[in-house]
């Protein structure tokens, strides 16, 4: 059964905005740590921000003051609001446990590009 579905990706320019969402199973995401990650084709997975279920937040470098992480624990959903997108995040995002991860969704796709 599908347990995580990302959506919300697109293609905008540089400096643009995009809000990613990420629904999850119950049974996995419940008093679960979560994490979005990202992949450029060819190169390893990354993760780029984490939420605890308390709502604790923490990201890489690379995106911390441009990127935010929330959970919305009544919907089992994450999301992944970016601001200020340079063509370094372009990639394909993907939600998952940040711990016992489950089997990847299909991700959504970010473009940045002029």
């Known amino acids: 059964q599908v347990q995580v579905v990302e959506s919300g990706g697109g293609s905008v320019q540089p400096g643009g905005s995009l809000t990613l969402s990420c629904v999850v199973s119950?049974?996995?995401?419940?008093?679960?740590?979560m994490g979005w990650y990202r992949q450029v084709p060819g190169k390893q997975r990354e993760l780029v921000a984490t939420?605890?279920?308390?709502?604790?937040?923490d990201y890489r470098s690379s995106v911390k003051g441009r990127f935010t992480i929330s959970r919305d624990n009544a919907k089992n959903t994450i999301y992944l609001s970016m601001n200020s997108l340079t063509p370094d995040d372009t990639a394909d995002y993907y939600c998952?446990?940040?711990?016992?991860?489950?089997?990847w969704g299909q991700g959504t796709r970010v473009t940045i590009a002029s």
């Open positions: 998952n446990r940040l711990t016992a991860v489950v089997t």
């Open positions: 939420i605890t279920p308390g709502g604790t937040t």
């Open positions: 119950e049974s996995i995401f419940s008093g679960r740590a």
